[in-house]
């Protein structure tokens, strides 16, 4: 396996060595070239010029590249490590390295405290975890009123927020993940694990001699 | 466990913008 290499290598601005990526990430070198499949196939989907731009993203998630969300957003954001607008292949593998089945579970919760704190402050504040649930409500059919929307963030913050300062820092939200961890059910894509047989055609551009 | 209805993380975490494994789908 993985003799179809030594032909020249034409990739976009933003490709990095699947081998050099392997060694910074959860992913073997097979796995790398298998989520290149992937990308090529998201950011060709509107411009192809190799980057993912947001409409990209958008489209891939949703099959709808104007639908705004604010949460697809976030995660676009943080995919986007540069803050440049675009993700970059490098971008792409290291981001989805914390959704892999064998990331450090820190390092899933680490991620999802980044996106829920909306204004990048360090914490999670009521006001931003308020904003959350209004955009959750206004994707979904589901309608509750301003009370039952402060009840519901009452509980939560009596829960998580031991210090009573109505923010959520980050030894808080470990403790309150440690707690509820079906809150970290997203974070795990069980597709991560099986990337090399959804993607079987990394073998056909593979340049790295032996990729089993 | 069952989710908890009144913890606002449960309820967030259902979002479809935060399920990235529709990225895997055809």
Redesign the interface.
């Known amino acids: 396996m993985g003799c179809f290499h030594s032909k020249p290598s034409q990739h976009a601005a933003g490709y990095e060595d699947p081998v050099a990526l392997a060694s910074d990430t959860t992913f073997s070198v097979s796995e790398i070239e298998a989520l290149y499949e ?1 990308f090529k196939k ?1 950011s060709s989907s509107v411009i192809d010029d190799g980057l993912i731009h947001k409409e990209e993203f958008r489209l ?3 099959k709808n590249s104007k639908k705004e ?7 676009f954001d943080l995919f986007d490590v540069k803050r440049n607008g675009v993700i970059d292949f490098g971008e792409f593998v290291r981001s ?1 390295s914390v ?1 892999h089945p064998n990331a450090p579970l820190e390092d899933k919760i680490d991620f999802a405290f980044q ?2 704190d909306l204004r990048r402050t360090g914490f999670i504040e009521r006001e931003e ?1 308020k904003q ?2 209004i ?2 409500l206004s ?1 979904s059919d589901m309608k509750l009123s301003d009370d039952v929307i402060e ?3 009452d ?2 913050f009596a ?2 927020d031991t210090n009573n300062d109505s923010r959520i820092d980050k030894e808080e939200w470990q403790n ?1 993940v440690l707690r ?1 961890p ?2 970290m ?2 974070m795990t ?1 069980p ?1 991560l694990k099986d ?1 090399t047989t ?1 993607f079987p055609s990394f073998v056909f551009n593979s340049e790295v001699e032996d990729v089993a | 466990a069952k989710p908890n209805p009144m913890n606002a993380f449960e309820l967030i975490s259902t979002s479809q913008g935060l399920d990235l494994s529709a990225l895997f789908e055809e």
């Not at chain 1, 969300?69 to 995660?75: I, S």
């Open positions: 992937l998201i891939a998630l949703f969300n604010l949460f697809a957003d976030r995660v989805l959704f996106l829920y975890v959350m649930l955009a959750l994707e009840t519901i963030l509980k939560t829960e998580a309150f509820n079906s809150l059910k997203n894509l597709y990337i959804a």
